[in-house]
């Protein structure tokens, strides 16, 4: 079946400006998870649903960062005032409810702030 | 925040050569899993080892945890062009399923 799929792949914004990152998770994952990774380092953890509610979103760095997943099913992650410290690709995954030990990865959105 | 290092962070060999990452983390842990990302882009889960094994294997893959130590390995054997990526390992906690990923290795495999 389909894997993981991000829109878009690229995303090249201006300072200041508001971005919303879209994951659609494979049919029938409950859990899904945002991380974040810079270039030359591994991907660091940002919020994680288990169905709609938010479950732990310890990861998020601030206020500006802010995730939904309304239906249980795809999720938003969405960034006020972009720095360009945001600049990354944002990685999401997702894992079936009775392996929550694996989780598949979409291929990233890289994330310009310019 | 990075909870481990990885070692070397990069390594360069021949095909057909064997290749070894290592791996130390801080937590104590319910599994420790190695992930493949080509091209800064997806990653790719190859192997996972729960904290009460010490060995396990998969194809050319052979993995070593030593909880003791904190620290993990992934052997990889007879080495191909194709597996020329960087490594990560990530550990998972009992009581939390998010992923904390060290910095990696990057591997080029050279024909």
């Keep these: 079946g389909a894997g993981v799929s991000q829109t878009p792949s690229n995303k090249v914004t201006e300072k200041g400006k508001y971005v919303e990152l879209r994951c659609d998770p494979i049919s029938g994952h409950t859990a899904l998870y945002w991380y974040r990774q810079s270039l030359g380092q591994g991907p660091e953890f940002l919020i994680y649903f288990q169905g709609t509610g938010a479950a732990d979103d310890s990861g998020l760095p601030n206020d500006r960062f802010f995730a939904v997943r309304p239906e249980g099913s795809v999720s938003t992650l969405k960034i006020q005032r972009t720095e360009r410290g945001d600049s990354a690709v944002y990685l999401c995954a997702s894992s079936f409810l009775r392996d929550q030990e694996t989780q598949y990865f979409g291929p990233g959105t890289r994330l310009l702030v310019l | ?111």
Aim: hydrophobic residues 30%; aromatic residues 6%; proline residues 1%.
């Design chain 2, 1 to 111: 925040s990075q909870q481990g290092e990885e070692d070397p962070q990069a390594l360069s060999i021949q095909e057909g050569e064997n290749a070894t990452m290592n791996c130390s983390y801080k937590t104590s842990i319910n599994n420790l899993q190695w992930y493949r990302q080509n091209s800064g882009r997806g990653l790719v889960h190859l192997i996972l080892i729960r904290s009460n094994e010490r060995e396990k294997h998969s194809g050319r893959l052979r993995v070593t945890l030593d909880t003791s130590k904190k620290s993990s390995s992934l052997l990889i054997t007879a080495s191909r062009a194709a597996d020329t990526a960087s490594y990560f390992c990530a550990t998972q906690r009992l009581d939390g399923n998010k992923l904390v990923f060290g910095a990696g290795t990057i591997l080029r495999v050279k024909s």
